[in-house]
Nanobody
């Protein structure tokens, strides 16, 4: 069974950058729409960004627009999230997710739409 493995989290200062990666343990994710979610303790999981099979993107909260960039490399089956100008409120566990999509342009924003999840990677931004 394919698994998703995130990496790239860590402890940084406000204003720093991080790049999160999500790789499939085997096979390809070319037929999947993919997304990044985050969850802080005591809060619901929040949609951060999604990307379709053909590279269309959608961002969640206004607070990440212009600072975060989602991208994918289908040849390497890697999903990326470039996070710039990080703020303390970005602190959370970040999860990548994948879901088979029947059309190239589909992007899923709801947590329940995804059936394949990574284990999460912690991002902590200090002020």
């Amino acid at each position: 069974q394919v698994q998703l493995v995130e990496s790239g989290g860590g402890l940084v200062q406000a204003g720093d950058s991080l790049r999160l990666s999500c790789a499939a343990s085997s096979g390809t994710l070319n037929r999947n729409a993919m997304g990044w979610f985050r969850q802080n303790s005591g809060k619901e999981r929040e949609f951060v960004a999604g990307i379709s099979r053909n590279g269309g993107v959608l961002y969640g909260a206004d607070s990440v627009k212009g600072r975060f960039t989602i991208s994918r490399d289908n040849t390497k089956t890697i999903l990326l999230l470039q996070m710039n100008s990080l703020k303390p409120e970005d602190t959370a566990v970040y999860y990548c997710a994948a879901e088979a999509a029947s059309h190239d342009f589909y992007i899923y924003t709801l947590e329940q739409a995804y059936h394949l999840w990574g284990q999460g990677t912690q991002v902590t931004v200090s002020s």
